[in-house]
């Protein structure tokens, strides 16, 4: 549903639903804020009590308004909600802000009353917020409706949280930023993240888009409207600790995703995913500067070589390392600079700032065009010169320009950290469209937002199949044989229930062999698989002490795979409430449990995305013939995990599915499952 | 050596040489500075221009003084200091700082001119700071002489470098903090970090000590300081990275010490280890409070659902989770709060906080008064009802009175996160000890400090044993010889050159051996190992191969060990440059290239303190019988541990030692060597 949310953002005509002459009530507030809009639109005051408030007056229903507004805002309890919403309708109103909390977070018997609400709000053509919301703004339409004024600016922002919101727009406010658009979005019930990250997609002021969101609902759907934004999204989200999920659900009801699913959305979409509001506002900023690296070699220059050390090591946690800069680089920069500066990066200026500050220009501008570089970080005391006199002042904020100039220029981004981030010459470079931070670590945090921005232009989502006929049987020779009909490839096996079969099984695979035992969970957990069995006496050993100690009903012979020279993975899918099926490719064997060392996709996969799962993982050198090693199968590998994928994808019924290990042989020799396993969903939806 | 550094903290004469009447010069500077304490101390000025400047006659010479000044600051280039320190101490001065750069950090001369300049420092019976340094500050003694005024408070700081010295200034500030004392040690050519710990360790003026640090010299003197300061020590250092190692060297002559030593060293000293400015701040703040938690159980409250959830979130992400709360605190708390609130940890307000701002204050003092948890984080929009009028800002005030009253009365800290960081109410909070921050991170930073606070007593460092007589063999049966004899197992192994002797040597072990070449420092990577060889024809095949590729002078025939059902460890010591030897375990076999599952201490270690690096490890449950694996000997592998870190410590001519794989086998079974490395430094210290 695409909707014109026009009368939420600019309408002509507003109402305050609730409003009291209170001042510690949210009537109160809401009634304040409105009026600081009245320039530009009819406001309405509606309260029980009638009387005066702000200077305006306050009409007892919404049906002694002269006009219909298009906009209400909802202040009233969540018991008089419903009532509420109705007199709305009534006299048309397009769009409705409900504050109040006390509906789906509470439970089912909530969520009915909310899913009523809906139909009744969009069976009239109508959108609502909330309920469970703090309101919405606009700033060219200067539209504030938060319960406290919020700073107008490029920044959209959706939040499923009143207080994120709230903090967002105080940070932004230190960068002289602030908000286009914002709604709290609270339950979602009507309008979510999703309908509003394409409004904002759409809006001429919005130039980063923020979000905080809890649950995502149509997870692909929202994926997809971040990925075809046109515009840089990032996204603050929860759920990672059982904790985090508690909070959320209790909050808004929301059902949270797992974090490798939404690590994967966020690839898949595009998006930059924070931990914080300061990370989400440092990286908002950095979003603004029109400049993306083209790749990933950064060089740091400071008027202090601790500071530099600092930059240095945090951007190496990042994952980028500075290269050593070419001799014709370091020999320009020696010629602007000191003996006793360093040139190699990071570069310091070694006191050569305190000689003449413009020295911090002419050398950040040698880096700027050189090839060795992609983005510059500037590190410095710079800006605390203006404090000293109005000479130095003038100074710094001519060099401020020139950096600025140096960065259009070149078309590389520059991302600055001062210790004065309040000082003229700080402001000055914000203006002209440089991100600065206060501390370092938004520095090296813008910096490597900027990396991954230049990098990323995720394809379409893959489509979901159409759902196959269905698994009725999970047991593992089940599991194996739809996973074999999938395309991954499982030695030779038999399914046997007697001693004497199995010897028969074994003759016919060949020794060495492997016997499970079936219908235990974690087989060799519970010590039910006899390993390496070379001769029938063996064999036969292995079947009566797991008759003795586990009296499976049926058994597996496997012909035995030679495990030495190669490589396990862990192949595995499982599906996300809220981002459908998952695929998940990690270093199998013993260490699956104690070292995490994973890659997540949003299933189904192609076989190229497999490939590069595949080689994200920590691991893959042990594959790819690091130091002498023969190089293993990774296409074939690639090939079972985007095998893997599309099978998920085709089968909701399937709550998990793994193939652990899945032996990678050298290249050309393949890679095969020796295990399976299927989890089908207590009830297939 | 511990000197009396009073001189340079609290002189009672002080000269300022090399005065400037250019108010771009650091001369200038410091004579402005130093004028500030000129009612509490003689002040001095000296410049060869003489004259006036701020007031005050600048003295050609220091001979023209009428008194010796007891602190003298050097603000002279490079080339004239060596002159002005002996004239300085010609007259008599205890303390010298030395301001200008262009010594060690330079190469080899410099650093010999600096070593020159100390000997007739310590000959004169005086003490030196720098050079290449910033100055020093004490705030009780009003002594400013660092450029740019300080502020004053209770945070002792040695910093190797001054812009950090002063970013960390600005950031107290903004927390209405300062420095007891602080220096700008430079390169440390004299005064270094450890006696300046010391010193500050007996200085009543300073609560927590911060250090930023790039060389620690005598690292273990540095650990042992730290360790007996009796006050917290944060520490802030940098060489992680290339370019990191980079800038420590051309900044000051730091030789770094690597992350896994540095981590080592502050367990061992009980410091906190941080990585930004910031985070040295906001764990200086969180020290301060005099409360520690006696455990690990965290609850959070607040009046936002998306603050819990974060909070908690990034809680999980330090290690941290929130346990449910009780059912009697949770019935306390629903007594204080509405229905929909949610009292399950985090403790969601849901908007009582907005009708009567005490509940904050009842529910926070239930928690710290519940049994169930160690410490309290509050993350709230508190602080930002005083906005609304003076009577929210009164009881804003009140509830911070009886916030600080319930943590002090319960002995637990209370960390408080708010938007609103500079309201009143948040500065009542910070003058009652209860630390207030800006960004949630931060509170969550500071949380998990608190927590390590409370947990950390570090038992003295073990003694470096006396040199044992050093190995002159590093070959591979010297080096198993070696090993064998300070208490590590290693399995039967011949040595042979000739095919015949190998098949012999075969037969007295028995079969199945190993067949290794010998003289290759990587035997495995080269392909020089033959596993598995189970008779004599398979021997002999392997010899011929490894002599046709590898064609080795001898070899080494050893009876194979059954590693199915153990657990391979790497076990290895390596000497740090400044922290001396170190000893490390980490999950071995493939993986030890590529996941990097490692536990490092100072070396030597204790078999107990040798099992908790072990248990340490993510993969330690592979090791004690996780999910019915059979425990395997962790006592055996701490013993190998504990054996190879007192043969590396009594061997400084050994710079890495190696035994990898170590084979754990079931408990009772023991750990066996299969492999042993030995590396001499190329010239014995």
Not at 248 to 275: D, F, I, P, Q, Y
Not at 356 to 379: K, N
Request: hydrophobic share 45%.
């Amino acid at each position: 549903m695409r909707r014109d949310l026009t009368p939420l953002f600019e309408p002509e005509t507003l109402a305050i639903v609730g409003v009291s002459a209170d001042s510690g009530k949210w009537g109160y507030w809401f009634a304040r804020d409105a009026a600081l809009g009245s320039h530009r639109r009819r406001v309405y005051l509606v309260g029980r009590n009638g009387g005066e408030v702000h200077g305006m007056t306050v009409h007892r229903s919404l049906g002694e308004l002269p006009e219909p507004p298009e906009l209400v805002v909802l202040s009233v309890p969540a018991d008089g909600l419903e009532q509420a919403v109705d007199d709305s309708l009534a006299v048309g109103a397009r769009a409705l802000v409900a504050i109040a909390a006390g509906f789906a977070e509470l439970g089912e018997e909530g969520a009915a009353r909310e899913r009523a609400l809906v139909e009744r709000v969009r069976a009239a053509g109508a959108a609502l917020i909330g309920p469970n919301c703090l309101g919405v703004f606009d700033g060219a339409a200067e539209l504030q409706l938060a319960s406290t004024p919020l700073p107008g600016g490029p920044v959209g922002f959706i939040s499923q949280s009143g207080n994120v919101l709230l903090e967002i727009g105080l940070l932004l406010e230190d960068f002289g930023l602030g908000f286009s658009r914002a709604v709290s979005i609270g339950n979602q019930a009507d309008v979510d993240a999703t309908e509003l990250v394409s409004a904002l997609a759409e809006h001429d002021g919005t130039r980063v888009i923020g979000i905080y969101c809890e649950d995502f609902r149509d997870g692909r759907a929202f994926v997809e409207a971040a990925r075809t934004a046109g515009k840089p999204v990032v996204l603050l989200t929860v759920g990672r600790t059982a904790a985090g999920r508690r909070a959320a659900l209790s909050h808004t009801g929301a059902l949270t995703s797992g974090r490798e699913a939404v690590e994967a959305a966020c690839r898949a979409g595009g998006m930059h995913l924070v931990e914080t509001p300061r990370e989400l506002v440092d990286a908002a900023q950095a979003l603004l500067t029109p400049h993306r690296p083209h790749g990933r070699r950064i060089a740091v220059i400071g008027d202090g070589g601790g500071y530099g050390a600092i930059a240095s090591d945090l951007l190496g946690g990042s994952g980028i390392e500075l290269p050593v800069l070419s001799e014709p680089t370091q020999a320009r920069l020696r010629e602007l600079l000191p003996p006793t500066a360093s040139t190699a990066n990071p570069v310091d200026l070694a006191g050569a700032g305190e000689q003449d500050v413009f020295s911090f220009a002419h050398s950040t501008r040698a880096l700027l065009e050189s090839d060795d570089v992609d983005a510059v970080l500037f590190t410095a005391y710079f800006g605390g010169y203006s404090t000293l006199s109005d000479e130095m002042l003038e100074r710094e904020v001519a060099v401020a320009g020139l950096l600025a100039e140096a960065t259009a220029e070149s078309g590389k981004p520059l991302v600055v950290h001062t210790m004065y981030p309040s000082s003229p010459p700080a402001h000055a470079l914000r203006a002209a469209g440089v991100p600065v931070y206060r501390v370092i670590e938004s520095a090296v945090d813008a910096t490597a937002t900027l990396v991954a921005a230049g990098a990323t232009v995720p394809a379409p989502l893959a489509a979901l199949p159409p759902p196959a006929p269905p698994i009725g049987d999970a047991s593992y020779p089940a599991a194996r044989a739809a996973l074999a009909g999938a395309g991954i490839s499982f030695g030779a096996a038999r399914t046997v229930s007697g001693r004497e079969e199995a010897l028969a099984s074994a003759a016919e695979l060949g020794y060495p062999v492997v016997l499970k035992a079936l219908g235990l969970l974690h087989k060799s957990d519970a010590g039910g698989v006899g390993l390496d069995l070379w001769d029938d006496g063996e064999l036969a050993a292995a079947f009566d002490d797991l008759v003795a100690r586990l009296a499976p009903e049926s058994f597996s012979v496997e012909a035995a795979e030679d495990v030495a020279g190669g490589f396990e993975l862990l192949v595995g899918a499982r599906r996300d409430p809220r981002f459908g099926p998952l695929v998940a490719v990690a270093a199998g064997g013993i260490h699956v449990e104690t070292v995490r060392d994973t890659a997540v996709a949003l299933a189904p996969v192609h076989e190229d995305a497999a490939e590069e799962l595949v080689r994200s993982l920590a691991s893959a050198p042990l594959l790819t013939g690091a130091r002498g090693r023969p190089p293993l199968d990774v296409a074939a590998a690639a090939h079972a995990v985007a095998a893997l994928s599309r099978f998920a994808a085709a089968h909701p019924e399937v709550a998990e599915v793994e193939v652990n290990p899945l032996l990678v042989s050298r290249e050309g020799e393949g890679a095969v499952g020796l295990d399976a396993r299927i989890v089908l969903t207590s009830s297939a939806d």
